[in-house]
């Protein structure tokens, strides 16, 4: 090659090069943030974490020494917050806060579900005798559940006021409502001595209140849905998925090794539970609650498309999805859901 035909050459690279500079490889995060909350239906989290099932599937994938971190959030507004700040890599939560974000974000961040979790029944149990349907909640009565007007269990009480009241008074019993951890909820009502009147809460902490006299359940998500539903969801941002595909993919088999390890092994995950949420039942009382008919654990959403609709009629959702699949990330789609 001669020095004309060289530095044709040259001049051609370097063009190159600046019309279309190298991007560098960006490597994957070190450290993974799941935020969870409190009770059985985050069982899954919890299972994770105690056989740090994350790590072993980032290490089986490449990933070495992936640091994962565990924050406990008391609610799906603090959820919201804690991922749209970027304070966690992956929140969790009911459908309300997860399909609230996906409506918000779907032109930016582009928060989608990662894994469905639990889909048990929810109870809303209640310290006077007197109820006995919500038409019978007065003015007085304060309901406490995870957070006012977007958690999983005030969807459920509008749309109970829905069926009770009409659509034009579907959020007639909002101002009851008290935005409390489900712990705090629970030794509210029990306590019999506060504002709190009604607890809209998961296991194991409804079951606790059932146990108790003077307490009865006022209202099931099974009536009101028609059956069993997925309560909480994984979720994260677009961006967390594209940017770190081998961690999203280590979180994403880790669920559903969890939820394996449920189905399967159910006194092996009392007792992981009991040693982690060291709560005042014993692993036997733990196993019996996962063995409930209204105790489930799947993947791929159930009746969560009843929620989405609810929530376009009722104004809380702008955009309708056309199905499931919308508002949960590709690798989930091969699943049957609803």
């Known amino acids: 090659m001669n020095f004309r035909t060289l530095g044709t050459a040259l001049f051609y690279a370097v063009t190159f090069t600046l019309a279309f500079p190298v991007t560098p490889l960006r490597a994957e995060v070190s450290e993974v943030r799941i935020a969870q909350q409190f009770g059985l239906t985050y069982l899954p989290l919890i299972v994770a974490r105690h056989e740090k099932l994350v790590e072993k599937r980032a290490e089986a994938a490449g990933l070495s020494g992936l640091k994962v971190s565990w924050i406990r959030l008391g609610g799906g507004a603090s959820m919201n917050d804690a991922l749209l700040t970027g304070s966690v890599e992956f929140a969790s939560a009911g459908l309300g806060p997860l399909l609230t974000l996906w409506d918000k974000t779907r032109n930016n961040l582009g928060v989608r579900g990662v894994v469905a979790m639990d889909a048990s029944a929810v109870l809303l149990n209640v310290n ?11 003015d007085t009565d304060r309901i406490g559940l995870p957070t006012v007007k977007i958690s999983h269990q005030a969807i459920l009480l509008q749309m109970a006021a829905e069926k009770a009241f009409g659509i034009t008074q579907y ?50 998500s099974v009536d009101v849905i028609g059956g069993l539903g997925t309560v909480t969801s994984l979720f994260t941002t677009a961006k967390v998925r594209s940017d770190n595909p081998k961690a999203y993919r280590a979180v994403f088999d880790a669920m559903r090794d969890a939820q394996d390890l449920i189905e399967k092994d159910k006194a092996r995950v009392a007792q ?24 489930r654990y799947s993947s791929a959403p159930i009746n969560s498309e009843k929620f989405a609709d609810f929530m376009v009629r009722t104004g809380a959702l702008k955009t309708k999805p056309q199905s499931w699949r919308d508002y949960y990330f590709p690798e989930l789609h091969e699943l049957q859901g609803s």
């Open 128 to 138: 006077r005798a007197d109820l006995k349907t919500v038409a019978d909640l007065k």
């Open 171 to 220: 959020d007639r019993l909002d101002k009851l409502t008290v935005t409390l951890a489900h712990p705090d909820a629970y030794a509210a009502l029990i306590s019999g001595r506060t504002e709190i009147t009604g607890h809209f809460g998961n296991s194991p902490f409804i079951y606790q209140e059932l146990d108790r006299p003077g307490i009865h359940t006022l209202l099931s």
């Open 272 to 295: 992981i539970y009991i040693e982690e949420e060291k709560g005042p039942l014993s692993a036997a009382e733990i196993q019996k609650l996962l063995e409930l008919p209204s105790a």
